[in-house]
């Protein structure tokens, strides 16, 4: 069988191993950084956007990793089977089980730690910023992608996998769900922003939008910025900020709003 070596990016590690191996490879260990593991049929799409800015940045720092495990090398067969036809009948093809189990077992097996167990599905729960809060104290996440008409659901139950959502919206596979959940995990993480004022007041945080953002110059096109941003008193402009963002969710986003008041 094909050398089933998960695809990692990050930094070299400095844990002590009896493996000099692991200075001169492309997939060194990690020690202590939060790991995101992807199973899926299409590891050369990560990094992908996760490369980039300030996710790309403190990937290369080892502030957190990633690993893929290619579902390819777990087929069945000459042909590395990963699918077959839905019992019952119906169109598509379902990723088998026997397959996935091998591949999250390898995942699990090289976990370190506390870490979800989830599955990119448009039936889970949906994706929030409690959630990324979540993931982001534990020591990482392991994902996985669906493809097809998805997944064998004994697999779903035998492993308590966590069946997560990105929207009310259904894509041809997890792996950019995946990108957009680590995306929002990665950046809680400590030392990424850098101001880590940022992710107290940006959208969600607070239970509310964020409130509107304005830079130089101070007239543009016509438009002022408002006046109370210049002023220089504070606490005017938290008042300000902070109403702006009320009115905002309650315009927009009315189920926010009606769950903000419940927790005040």
Known sequence: ????????????????????????????????????????????????????????????????????????????????????TPAGGGAGMVLRADVLEQAIMDARGQSKGVAPLVYLSPRGQRFDQAMARSWARADGVTMLCGRFEGVDERVLHHFNIQEVSLGDFVLTGGEIAAQAMIDATVRLLPGVLGNAESAIEESFSTGLLEHPQYTKPAEWRGHQIPDVLLSGNHAKIAAWRRAQSEALTKARRPDLWVKFQQGD
């Open 1 to 84: 069988m094909t050398e089933k070596t998960p695809k990692s990016a990050g930094r070299v590690s400095v844990r002590p191993t009896l493996k000099p191996r692991e200075l001169i490879t492309d997939t060194p260990d990690l020690v202590g950084a939060w790991t995101a593991q992807i199973i899926t049929l299409f590891p050369q799409a990560f990094p992908g956007v996760l490369g980039e800015s300030l996710t790309g940045r403190a990937l290369q720092d080892g502030i957190w990793r990633l690993d893929t495990f290619d579902l390819r090398n777990y087929g069945i067969g000459k042909h590395r089977n990963v699918d077959d």
